[in-house]
């Protein structure tokens, strides 16, 4: 996704780029490799003339919601909170992606299963709040799995 242009993201999401302006939330799904811990990708698109940033996010699902963010070191990947929320561009996107950025959910409040879905408010500050549904998909592949399971979490 990184290296797609700004023209190509709108070639694949026809119908998003017309529909309304403000932030859209796109394609929200959660993964569960324990009872304790999940994580939630989706994609942030801002319609918006205004940068936006994602600043919490706030779920029945779990005690702790964390955005989070999985970067390199030394070979090693690290999973840490995200300082200062997640910034959108006026007329972006950022995909929360399993390998990369995502929403943790720690302490789960009832175990989660394959087709349960999750109710989320995602606050943008001063852009407002908005609200989506994740749907647990533990089968579902991605190209980053590798990195993003949280087996040790
Ligand atoms: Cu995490």
Not at 59 to 82: K, P, T, W
Not at 113 to 118: L, Q, R, Y
């Amino acid at each position: 996704m990184k290296t797609l242009t700004l023209a190509a993201v709108a070639a694949l999401f026809p119908v998003a780029a017309l529909a309304h302006d403000g932030m859209h939330i796109n394609d929200a799904y959660a993964r569960s490799a324990n009872p304790k811990t999940g994580a939630i990708f989706l994609t942030l698109e801002n319609h918006r003339k205004v940068a936006c940033s994602l600043q919490s996010v706030a779920s029945d699902a779990a005690d702790r919601v964390e955005l989070h963010s999985h970067s390199e070191e030394n070979g090693v990947m690290r999973m840490g909170a995200i300082e200062g929320g997640i910034t959108v561009p006026a007329g972006g996107t950022h995909q929360l992606a399993r390998g990369g950025d995502h929403v943790m959910l720690m302490g789960l409040t009832r175990p989660l299963a394959d087709g349960d879905s999750i109710d989320l408010t995602l606050d943008f500050g001063d852009c407002g709040s908005e609200t989506t549904t994740a749907v647990v998909d533990n089968q579902r592949e991605d190209a980053a799995a590798e990195h993003g399971d949280h087996a040790g979490h």
